[in-house]
């Protein structure tokens, strides 16, 4: 196996390619997920504004942007954690087998959740319960949802903790999670969340938490055991070149709205959205010369704006920017939101 | 752990101790000249030191306390001036127990109803339901137990004549009996203990599911009465026992009134007779009872901890 | 957005009244309940102008009378005193006696909790064990304790109550000494060569003495609450004192025919009690997450 290389972000083998096991689309293959003009509004804000992309059965898409972008929201969306009449809904959300559940109910969802849908959170050690043991926190989802018994749940258990990466798993089931470090929280994370053999995998910025040299490990650890199970993930990341390394596909977000989409070597090797493109000149490289930070600022959430919500900081903006907000249409093997892209 | 637990069993022995030299300390301050009472009329210069030297009144004040402390552990704790009873019998062996009645079912009566409540409260915030809890919780904190008491007395006991309003009767000798007689004054004693619950159970519930781990069970999909009564629940323990630890205190002194509102043979009832006839013996007693009852229970409260939160087991 | 330039010298006088009116309309409760605890003091210090009776003139023709007779707009107790009158002086008693047990106990709490907060080593373990063994009884029961002691009368109490409370106050102190000296500014003014003492007394003290008017704004209605306990169990103040806890005593035992003799201190005193939490936590809710958190 190639080791992975994070410095490289024009790297042209993405990690699933070295594994192997890319799964060519079929044309007419139903996609597993598909979001289409999603809008999340809270109160008076619009978090999310006719979010649109799509995943395939197998693949493996990034949710792309800064703090604030809206990526984790989405994230909670589609694991029905933000649901209606908390936050007002509109637009759809198809799930290939149960429909539009972004008009689904508590009961719908309690079905799909840690069954059909999984999420594994930023911070593990925030997100294990501190006064429940490992053991006890793996297996209630194995004997709730799968209804093994509590001795099949217990082999199960050391066996999904195993092929985590964690030796003497027996002792580990009767640890407390403020016993484990970092990174082995990750990995229990990742082995409740894949216990059920999900279709669909969210991984709400899996390493951030964790040391540089964890990350690695576990980014591969997702995608090995994703694959195996043939399961499709959706990351949430802040970091550009991870995006690369590990996404078959890219949604680029700003400020609760796409700019840009497509497949990541696409987009990332040769953006044509100036947002894209700045975020590409911030990653620094071993050859980088000069950063080009983006100009400072944030976006504004109010739901009255109608324009594009980077225009504000954007450096090709046009009059029209903040008057229209511009269609996400196919431009050259991608879906671009932008009145005056790059070429 | 080992070291952790008698590391704590010796700072409480080192607490009752320094109790114990109060208490006898109080015991000397207080005035009145114990042998003159007892010889009454009896006095004389020589009865007068007789009775000194019998009584070992004679001997430095430190051999008096060790006389003295190796007396109360032993559980020789004198004789009252007044009933001619021995102290132990009265205050350990019929008062305690009534006073423990009391508290025990104020205890479980506020704990039962209130954690519930508080857990309601929680999960529909901003409803009128929160709202009604939340002038209850302000209300049931500061209102005077023992007006409240009285209260209970006028309207469940003058006006509706549902329950008897004095005395005791013990549960272990009449069941429904005791039950009657201890329901006014469970009451009255428990709603102080209702309302902090709740608002301590609301409070720390609230802080407690927005937690990450709290989203992540959800995630995991159980359904949400187990996401709040069990990963919610068990979250709360802590913060709760450490608060009842704090506040049992407030307990025994809330008892203390209440039996005197409801005509309750307690410690209470006992330590304030006592005042008003000069039983120092008496009321040294009452003092003692009271302070190891705190002392052992907030040990307790202490050793708990590990168990309730396994963050703070040693490794 | 508000045009904030015209009108300047117009506009100052009315900026102020709308502001605290936007304060009363945010905190109702608070000032509701400021307005109740102010209406009680003025009617304990200007007792003797307000109350239509003496506290212990006896009108014998009309004892026990309920409220709403004549002349005796809250009724009589079994003595044919006044009830309003009576309970307006005790509001007097009630807010004496839980100030100056306040007082007491914050001064004591001071003392014992600095010396536990500065010093080290054995000392401090005992002074903790100390401290520990104040807090091992309840209030109530301690101040019990000290009137078997000193005697039944107000004074007493204040003292008693005061005593009782040095424990309590003495944690407070301690937790915040400990704070303050673990602050920056602390071991950069003993580093400067500033002598202990001076450091205690300039740097350390004025932070440890505002959180303790805090609490000892907090702890008010907790010693009226214990001294009218006191008096309730008849080991208080002594009759014919007009002291609610002493009144609801007395009229316990005519709750079946005349309710308002104890009913009308027992109402005065859960009033006041409840305005004085209000007024207590908005104190700490405002002073409190800067100092402590």
Known sequence: MKPMDLGAARASTSLPAALGQRIEPTPEAKPLLKVEELSLSRGESLILDNVTFSLRRGGTLGLLGESGAGKSTIALTLIGLLRKPEVGLSGTIELDGAGNVAEAGEDAWLKLRGRRVAMIFQDASAALNPCFTIGRQLMTPLRRVMGLSRSAARARAIELLESVGLNDAPSRLSAYPHQLSGGMQQRV???????????????????????????????????????????????????????????DDIVVLYGGQVMETGPSRIVLEAPMHPYTAALKGCVLEFDTEELKPLPSG????????PGCRFAPRCTRTLEKCAASKPPLADVRGRKLACWNPLT | MLLFAAGKVLQTLMVLLIVSVVS??????????????????????????????QLGLDRPMVEQYFHWLKNFVTGDWGVSYVGKAPIFQYAFVEALPVTLTLAASALALSILIGVPLGVLSATRRGSGWDAITSVFTLTGTSFPSFYLGILLIWLFGVKLGLFPTMGFVAPWNDFWGGVAHMTLPAITLSIYFLAMIVRMTRANLIEVLEQPYIAAARARGEPNWRVVWVHGLRNILMPLVTILGLQLGALLQGAVLTETVFSLPGIGQMITNAVLNREYGIVQAGVMITACLFITTNLLVDLAYPYLDPRLRPR | MVDLSADVTLSKQPARVSAILAFARSNIFFVIAATVVAIFVLSAVFAPLVAPHPPLDQDMAAFMSPPLTESHVLGTDSFGRDLLSRTIYGARYALAIGFGAVLIGAMGGLIIGMAAGLSGGVTEWALMRFID????LPSLIMAIAFISILGQGVDKVILAVGVALIGPFSRTVRADVLQIKAQAFVEAAGLMGVKRLAIIWRHILPNVIFPLAVQATIRVSYAVLVSSGLSFLGIGVAPPTPDWGLMIAEGRSFVSFAPWIAGVPGTALAILLIALSIVGDGVREHFDPKLRK
């Open chain 1, 189 to 247: 994370m990742i082995a409740i969340a894949l216990s059920s053999n999900p279709d669909l995998l969210l991984a709400d910025e899996p390493t951030s938490a964790l040391d540089v040299t964890i990350q690695a490990q576990i980014i591969r650890l997702i995608l090995e055991e994703t694959r195996r199970r043939s399961s499709s993930c959706i990351f949430v990341l802040h970091d550009l070149a991870l995006a690369s390394q590990c996404c």
């Open chain 1, 298 to 305: 944030a976006p504004s959430f109010a739901s009255k704006t």
């Open chain 2, 24 to 53: 006898f300390t109080l015991l000397k301050l207080a005035p009145g000249d114990p042998i003159q009472i007892m010889l009454g009329t009896e006095n004389s210069p020589e009865a007068y030191a007789s009775l000194m030297k």
């Open chain 3, 133 to 136: 063994a104040l807090l091992a």
